[in-house]
């Protein structure tokens, strides 16, 4: 890898990047910028000139005049300043709003700094809050587990390459690649009581309608957290929203899975077989083992893209508090009542306790693996 | 029947179930868009009534070309500036190792932070910039997204492409720039296109940040126009799916085109860590 770089390093500096090379990548992104400025704004004063000049400068200009040495970092300069201004900046601001009371007048300078004022009226007094923080925790826990277990299963099964696979693996892609909102929006037409597609088929044979989207508590589990059957999230709708995260989201577990079942030696298999191995210690033994660095990751992306959950809550039931999770209750309490200040402090608790959780299930199975 | 050929007669017909699962509800608003009202609320699976009135309604009234516009103005500028960056920071990363572990981390850990964290920051310095309901200020939210995506994805392309490919060219007395653009380029253009696709619908598909920032009725993107069929607790059905086809639509046939580099995309980071 060393030699690689260095070999590489050399023919860089022994080149000169030709100027031609360098003019028509400029004008190609100067082209770009323009078409995409020009498209925005269709023709008017000062932003659009200030974008057009900006966006080019920012794309061409390093590229074209850094001098051969310094070109590799002209390279990444676009890229860096999206990062930093977009991604990195960002995230420091909510840091700092976090810490103070900024309300509807934010805007036009009206804040003081409070401390960590927001965090502990959060946790300690809000109940809004923490029941959204234990919903969440439940919503990822339960619908992880399961797609997990079922996403194993399944790639097991069309790991068998069978005729079928091919054609599964394509329809897998839908789900997952579809418009959240959209798929979200079907389902609930599919929930609706009465109209509900569900509920007809129920009816047809002679079941009684499942109230999917009612806060109803679930009969059991719900019963016997009793009134805090909301807060953990055991009611039929958020049943509901964590049937919908399962459907959409297994077929990405099981592309995953499949991926890593692909990479274990055939041998190893034929070996455990001499050794009179059955099918379920193979399992346990070789093929286990063996892809458990790839669905580690897979769970911890799982995990992560699970607290960012939004769209399903919100399509299924719009700005109900019993059915918010941090996303949606962060959205409601900045956009629709403009408290930007606690609504900074919930969104840094959900950063911290997402990447707790995601680097936790890697670290915890790498060192689990020994890898 | 032998056991094996019985087990595996199984195993298809059970993958097969799970399959038409997984489409079903995408082909269920398909299929009803195309059918009237009523009979899509009496759920009656006997008869099909052919009517374009959804999709009439749809476009006509519901200023569904407009919100198509700014759907696609919006993916494609974002694309267009993604792939651009993203490939060139990939380039020097790969070649060079320019910014060594430390810009890897941060651009794993920008991965990882949910929307919902950029949201407060993304309204009110737009809000100050007067960049709410803009195109504009939508491409920028969405640059912060895909472009840590799509560099990881670029790299791992590039990372395939064996860099002696590159230095035979150079000893062959190429310069660097047609070693690029005759040797890399053709190789790694595949990874690009897939990179391309999967950041255009990634931006198409996006809904809390549009919602946010752009839900004036001039700068609305699709998503935020489907969401807003749902009104208090009614949907008005037929109308619903004749525009989430139309929403599903482009992003399927993008997605069936290049499927099998779908997978290898969405894979690769999983499996090579």
Redesign the interface.
Same mark, same amino acid.
């Given at each position: 890898m060393r030699e690689r770089i260095q070999a590489g390093h050399i023919g860089w500096q022994a080149t000169r990047l030709s100027s031609r090379w360098v003019g028509w990548a400029a004008a190609a992104m100067i082209l770009a910028a323009l078409g995409i400025t020009w498209t925005v704004f269709s023709g008017i004063g000062v932003r659009f000139w200030s974008g057009l000049v900006g966006l080019s400068a920012l794309f061409a200009l390093p590229i074209a005049l850094a001098p051969d040495r310094y070109r590799k970092y002209a390279f990444i300069l676009p890229a860096s300043v999206i990062l930093f201004g977009l991604a990195f900046v960002p995230v420091v601001f909510v840091l700092v709003i976090s810490l103070t009371d900024s309300g509807l007048g934010v805007l036009r300078g009206k804040f003081r700094f409070i401390g960590l004022t927001n965090f502990v009226s959060l946790l300690a007094e809000d109940a809004d809050a923490r029941n959204a923080m234990v919903r969440t925790i439940a919503y990822v826990v339960v619908t992880v587990m399961v797609e997990t277990v079922l996403a194993l299963n399944l790639a097991l099964l069309i790991h068998r390459k069978t005729r079928a696979s091919n054609t599964v693996t394509t329809m897998l892609l839908v789900p997952m690649m579809s418009t959240p909102i959209v798929i979200a929006l079907i389902w609930r037409t599919l929930f609706a009581f009465d109209d509900g597609l569900l509920n007809r088929l129920l009816t047809t044979l002679g079941i009684q309608g499942v109230p999917w989207l009612s806060g109803v508590a679930l009969p059991i589990l719900g019963d016997l957290a009793g009134k805090s059957s909301a807060m953990l999230g055991l009611t039929h709708g958020f049943l509901s929203a964590e049937i919908v995260d399962i459907w959409q989201w297994t077929p990405f577990l099981i592309l995953i899975f499949l991926a890593g079942l692909k990479t274990v030696p055939q041998d190893l298999y034929e070996a455990g077989e001499i050794d009179g191995g059955s099918g379920w210690q193979l399992f346990w033994h070789i093929t286990l083992p063996q892809i458990a660095s790839v669905m580690a990751i897979g769970v911890a992306l799982r995990v992560v893209d699970a607290f960012k959950t939004f769209e399903t809550i919100w399509a299924l039931f719009g700005n109900t508090a019993h059915y918010r999770t941090l996303s949606v209750d962060i959205f409601s309490r900045a956009i629709e009542t403009g408290r930007f200040g606690e609504a900074s402090a919930e969104s840094v608790l959900l950063l911290v306790i997402s990447m707790l959780i995601g680097f936790g299930v890697l670290a915890w199975s790498r060192g689990e693996t020994g890898t | 029947m032998s056991a094996a050929k019985r087990l595996?007669f199984a195993?298809?017909v059970?993958?097969?179930a799970?399959?038409?699962?997984?489409?079903f509800?995408?082909v269920? !608003?398909a299929g009803n868009s195309f059918r009237p009202n009523q009979e899509?609320?009496?759920?009656d699976l006997t008869k099909f009534t052919f009517t374009m009135k959804n999709y009439q309604f749809v476009l006509r009234y519901a200023n569904y070309s407009r919100y198509f516009f700014n759907s696609l103005?919006v993916a494609?500028?974002t694309t267009?500036?993604t792939v651009?960056? @993203?490939s060139?920071?990939a *380039?020097?990363?790969t070649?060079?190792?320019?910014?060594g572990r430390l810009?890897d981390a =941060?651009?794993l850990?920008?991965? @990882?932070?949910?929307?919902?964290?950029? !949201?407060?920051?993304?309204?009110?310095?737009f809000?100050?910039l007067?960049l709410t309901n803009?195109? *504009?200020g939508l491409?920028?939210?969405h640059?912060?997204f895909n472009?840590?995506m799509a560099?990881w994805l670029v790299r791992g392309f590039l990372e395939k492409v064996p860099?002696t490919l /590159? /230095?035979a060219a150079?000893i062959d007395g190429?310069?660097?720039?047609q070693a690029?653009?005759h040797v890399l380029l053709p190789v790694a253009a595949p990874g690009l296109a897939v990179v391309a696709i999967l950041t255009f619908?990634y931006t198409?598909?996006e809904?809390?940040i549009s919602l946010?920032l752009a839900s004036g009725n001039e700068s609305r993107t699709?998503?935020v126009a @489907?969401?807003m069929?749902?009104s208090g607790f009614e949907?008005n059905?037929g109308p619903? *799916?004749a525009a989430?086809t139309l929403?599903?639509a482009p992003?399927?046939i993008l997605?069936?085109t290049i499927?099998r580099f779908?997978?290898e995309g969405?894979?690769l980071? =999983?499996?090579k860590?």
């Amino acid at each position: 890898m060393r030699e690689r770089i260095q070999a590489g390093h050399i023919g860089w500096q022994a080149t000169r990047l030709s100027s031609r090379w360098v003019g028509w990548a400029a004008a190609a992104m100067i082209l770009a910028a323009l078409g995409i400025t020009w498209t925005v704004f269709s023709g008017i004063g000062v932003r659009f000139w200030s974008g057009l000049v900006g966006l080019s400068a920012l794309f061409a200009l390093p590229i074209a005049l850094a001098p051969d040495r310094y070109r590799k970092y002209a390279f990444i300069l676009p890229a860096s300043v999206i990062l930093f201004g977009l991604a990195f900046v960002p995230v420091v601001f909510v840091l700092v709003i976090s810490l103070t009371d900024s309300g509807l007048g934010v805007l036009r300078g009206k804040f003081r700094f409070i401390g960590l004022t927001n965090f502990v009226s959060l946790l300690a007094e809000d109940a809004d809050a923490r029941n959204a923080m234990v919903r969440t925790i439940a919503y990822v826990v339960v619908t992880v587990m399961v797609e997990t277990v079922l996403a194993l299963n399944l790639a097991l099964l069309i790991h068998r390459k069978t005729r079928a696979s091919n054609t599964v693996t394509t329809m897998l892609l839908v789900p997952m690649m579809s418009t959240p909102i959209v798929i979200a929006l079907i389902w609930r037409t599919l929930f609706a009581f009465d109209d509900g597609l569900l509920n007809r088929l129920l009816t047809t044979l002679g079941i009684q309608g499942v109230p999917w989207l009612s806060g109803v508590a679930l009969p059991i589990l719900g019963d016997l957290a009793g009134k805090s059957s909301a807060m953990l999230g055991l009611t039929h709708g958020f049943l509901s929203a964590e049937i919908v995260d399962i459907w959409q989201w297994t077929p990405f577990l099981i592309l995953i899975f499949l991926a890593g079942l692909k990479t274990v030696p055939q041998d190893l298999y034929e070996a455990g077989e001499i050794d009179g191995g059955s099918g379920w210690q193979l399992f346990w033994h070789i093929t286990l083992p063996q892809i458990a660095s790839v669905m580690a990751i897979g769970v911890a992306l799982r995990v992560v893209d699970a607290f960012k959950t939004f769209e399903t809550i919100w399509a299924l039931f719009g700005n109900t508090a019993h059915y918010r999770t941090l996303s949606v209750d962060i959205f409601s309490r900045a956009i629709e009542t403009g408290r930007f200040g606690e609504a900074s402090a919930e969104s840094v608790l959900l950063l911290v306790i997402s990447m707790l959780i995601g680097f936790g299930v890697l670290a915890w199975s790498r060192g689990e693996t020994g890898t | 029947m032998s056991a094996a050929k019985r087990l595996s007669f199984a195993a298809v017909v059970i993958s097969l179930a799970v399959a038409i699962i997984w489409v079903f509800p995408v082909v269920w !608003m398909a299929g009803n868009s195309f059918r009237p009202n009523q009979e899509i609320l009496a759920v009656d699976l006997t008869k099909f009534t052919f009517t374009m009135k959804n999709y009439q309604f749809v476009l006509r009234y519901a200023n569904y070309s407009r919100y198509f516009f700014n759907s696609l103005v919006v993916a494609i500028g974002t694309t267009v500036l993604t792939v651009v960056s @993203a490939s060139l920071c990939a *380039y020097s990363l790969t070649r060079f190792n320019t910014g060594g572990r430390l810009f890897d981390a =941060a651009i794993l850990a920008t991965r @990882a932070v949910p929307p919902a964290v950029r !949201m407060i920051p993304f309204f009110l310095a737009f809000s100050l910039l007067g960049l709410t309901n803009s195109l *504009y200020g939508l491409v920028l939210a969405h640059l912060s997204f895909n472009v840590p995506m799509a560099i990881w994805l670029v790299r791992g392309f590039l990372e395939k492409v064996p860099v002696t490919l /590159e /230095e035979a060219a150079l000893i062959d007395g190429c310069t660097r720039l047609q070693a690029l653009r005759h040797v890399l380029l053709p190789v790694a253009a595949p990874g690009l296109a897939v990179v391309a696709i999967l950041t255009f619908i990634y931006t198409w598909n996006e809904f809390l940040i549009s919602l946010v920032l752009a839900s004036g009725n001039e700068s609305r993107t699709l998503p935020v126009a @489907a969401s807003m069929f749902v009104s208090g607790f009614e949907i008005n059905w037929g109308p619903f *799916y004749a525009a989430g086809t139309l929403i599903l639509a482009p992003v399927l046939i993008l997605t069936f085109t290049i499927q099998r580099f779908i997978v290898e995309g969405l894979t690769l980071g =999983a499996v090579k860590g």
